[in-house]
């Protein structure tokens, strides 16, 4: 029989208090008095469910707050400023760019983490947009170069955290038994300032110009990144379980430990996968 070391037994040997912060968070998982319903799950209506669904219908309003509707409405007019004799043709070439680049956020997500994406890019679309807003009210030389630059800045910005990181999280911060209702009325409240948002671009475009409603556009960004850093829990390395875990003890502290037992399982994870290379490679095993 070949000897090996367990995850729990590297944790013991390397912060014997982080064994006993994860025991104690087991603990208070236990003791949470949670209300159930008939089949056992955590009612719809409960704090644990009402509390990521309430965050996570802001989330899909700041994202259509992003103004994408209203960026990719005015886009012809944009491009045909700028000078492109194919505005149209631009247009397809930016939604090319919006696809490209949100794959390329792929990569960052569960490296960076969603809410840290979320607030540096909703800073960045913010600037962008003041971009746009400035750039009317600049001499045509200026406003080509601007619009430009802000055009895209927004894409790169939008694709590579508010495009898919929203999605995401819906399919993280609500319980399984519940994960069905929450995520329909999530798109729901999505859909519904979609058309909001295309309803009123023309109208606040006619009644104030374009480079206003730009700019309260990008006052509304400043807010998404404050609230995503206030209201969001960081779910990077969680399991769904530690998810509604967070909502359920509601806890700055219990969060913390949960953060810190996540980051070193996967730090003694990597050990143990290092250990069992070496040993592959360089020694024989012990045998019993």
């Given at each position: ?86 505005p149209r043709m631009c247009t397809v070439g930016m939604s090319a760019a919006f696809l490209l680049f949100t794959f390329g956020s792929a990569a960052l997500t569960d490296k960076a983490g969603r809410k840290l994406l979320l607030m540096v890019f909703a ?166």
């Amino acid at each position: 029989v070949v000897s090996t070391q367990s995850t729990g037994d590297l944790l013991m040997e390397e912060d014997p208090d982080l064994v006993n912060d994860e025991i104690e968070v087991l603990q208070r998982s236990c003791r949470v008095d949670i209300p159930r319903d008939e089949h056992g799950g955590v009612p719809f209506f409960s704090a644990q469910n009402l509390k990521p669904l309430l965050i996570m219908c802001c989330v899909m309003i700041f994202q259509q707050l992003t103004a994408i509707n209203a960026v990719l409405a005015d886009s012809n007019r944009i491009f045909r400023e700028v000078g492109f004799a194919e505005p149209r043709m631009c247009t397809v070439g930016m939604s090319a760019a919006f696809l490209l680049f949100t794959f390329g956020s792929a990569a960052l997500t569960d490296k960076a983490g969603r809410k840290l994406l979320l607030m540096v890019f909703a800073v960045l679309i913010a600037f962008s947009l003041g971009l746009f807003s400035l750039s009317g009210f600049l001499r045509k030389g200026l406003h080509m170069a601007l619009l430009t630059l802000s055009l895209g800045s927004y894409v790169f910005s939008f694709s590579m955290a508010w495009g898919s990181i929203p999605w995401v999280l819906s399919g993280e911060l609500f319980t399984v038994e519940n994960q069905g209702r929450a995520i329909s009325i999530v798109s729901g409240v999505n859909w519904t300032f979609n058309f909001f948002t295309v309803f009123t671009w023309p109208l606040l475009s006619d009644a104030v110009t374009p480079k206003w409603v730009f700019l309260m556009y990008s006052l509304c960004m400043i807010l998404g990144a404050i609230f995503v850093g206030v209201c969001l829990p960081e779910t990077k390395g969680l399991t769904l379980h530690q998810v509604t875990d967070l909502f359920a003890a509601d806890s700055p502290q219990y969060i913390t430990v949960v953060h810190r037992i996540s980051s070193a399982n996967e730090s003694s994870s990597g050990t143990l996968r290092a250990g069992s290379s070496s040993r592959t490679r360089g020694s024989q095993p012990n045998l019993v």
